[in-house]
Structures are given as structure tokens and as C-alpha cells.
């Protein structure tokens, strides 16, 4: 069973920069395929922001995270990443790590894309 620890989470000014880390243990890392970060602001639905595919590396973002955000993952320690820059306070949310063995070959996705999830890390961003 996949367990997953996001760290990294934090309140900070408009235009801050955070980097959220998620920590990987259980199945070998390199059995999750696709890797991806999810937010859910107070009353709203969780929503996509950021996946990273294993084999090809090739990276999708919302497109409110382009050009600010970056994913990556680390496999040589277990661990996935999102760096996040100029910080809005429509960011603000709880950010939750997600993984998936699946192979996934499309730009947007939905929290059903994965099974198995972190416990969420609080962003809060003032004005």
C-alpha cells in the first residue's frame, strides 16, 4: 500500500514561494506511473493543479499554475515536488500528494485519475 507525507505547507505573503514535498513509501517508486498535486480551497471541489508522468517525464499543469509552478519528482528519493512561485491568494488550499500506476496520455486530470493519496498540506496566501 502506497503511503504518501506531504510537507511544505505554510502561510505566506502575496507573491511568496513555497516548495511542497511528498514522500513516498511502500510500493517501489518506480511503479507510479503517474504522480500529481491536487488543491481544495474551503467549499470548493479538489482540482487539478500539476502531474508528472514517470516514463516520459512530460509534465501538465492547470492552467492558473503555468508559468508559476513546477513538478518534478526525485526517484533516486521517493520523493515528488512542487515548487511554487509568485504566490496568489487563490492558491490558497489544501494541497494533497496523488499517485497512480496507471499511464495516463492526456493534459487534465480528475481526482478519480488516482487511487492513492496524501493527507494534504495547508497553503495560505494573504493578500
Known amino acids: 500500500q502506497v503511503q504518501l507525507v506531504e510537507s511544505g505547507g505554510g502561510l505566506v505573503q502575496f507573491g511568496a514561494s513555497l516548495r511542497l514535498s511528498c514522500a513516498v513509501s511502500?510500493?517501489?517508486?518506480?511503479?507510479?506511473?503517474?504522480m500529481g498535486w491536487f488543491r481544495q480551497a474551503p467549499g470548493k471541489e479538489r482540482e487539478f493543479v500539476a502531474t508528472i508522468g514517470r516514463i516520459t517525464g512530460r509534465t501538465y499543469y492547470t492552467e492558473s499554475a503555468k508559468g508559476r509552478f513546477t513538478i518534478s519528482r526525485d526517484n533516486a528519493e521517493n520523493k515528488l515536488y512542487l515548487q511554487m512561485n509568485n504566490l496568489k491568494p487563490e492558491d490558497t488550499g489544501v494541497y494533497y500528494c496523488?499517485?497512480?500506476?496507471?499511464?495516463?496520455?492526456?493534459?487534465?486530470?480528475?481526482?478519480?485519475?488516482?487511487?492513492?493519496w496524501g493527507q494534504g498540506t495547508q497553503v495560505t496566501v494573504s493578500p
Open positions: 496523488a499517485a497512480s500506476v496507471r499511464v495516463y496520455v492526456k493534459t487534465y486530470y480528475k481526482p478519480e485519475d488516482f487511487n492513492s
Open positions: 511502500g510500493p517501489p517508486f518506480n511503479t507510479l506511473n503517474t
